[in-house]
């Protein structure tokens, strides 16, 4: 049965953004009922919708391309035998995002040598990632990342960009709390070092 508000008239006193969020959610109800009716036209346009931001999530932890590749292919897979699960309560590209970061540490557990340190000193200090994000390009932080070891790498992505708590990341890595906070403190030096070096190197070239 279809919700009763998707057969009103929308009065044209409704603000142009609420239309468009409206038109949207309409939009994306339909994909999710077709594709758990397992209609292939509408797996094939979720997977265009989301396929390059889920790529970049992937990569942002294998640190492969090729890799994750494989990784979101497998996810996508899971998305859509799963697909019942998902009970429209909360966002739907945020039931994919956890889906494709299972399967991203999945993969690493699998084929990567992830000894997370269990060395929980202090850091030096904290260097704030707001002003790494302001000072350099997308796709420059984005390569910073990758470089990152492994271990780093996945607690500051889980942390710092998908947004989980130390406490599920500790749960979803099977390490302390006071482990994963380390990881991020030591993560976010990394990356102000990398930061300080590429100032350092723009700054001797321009002279």
Known sequence: MQPKWRKLHLPDTIPNP???LLQKSSTEEQLIKDCKAGKSKAQRALYEKYASRMLALCFRYTGNQPEAEDVMMNAFFKVFTKIEQFQSQGSFEGWIRRIMVNESLSHIRKHKNMSVEVD?????????????EENIAASDLEEMISQLPIGYRTVFNMYAIEGYSHKEISEMLDISESTSKSQLSRARIHLQKKLLTMDENAVNYNR
């Not at 000193?121 to 707001?130: F, G, L």
């Open 120 to 132: 929980i000193e202090k850091a030096s200090r904290q260097p704030d990632i707001a002003k790494i």
């Open 18 to 20: 609420m239309r468009l």
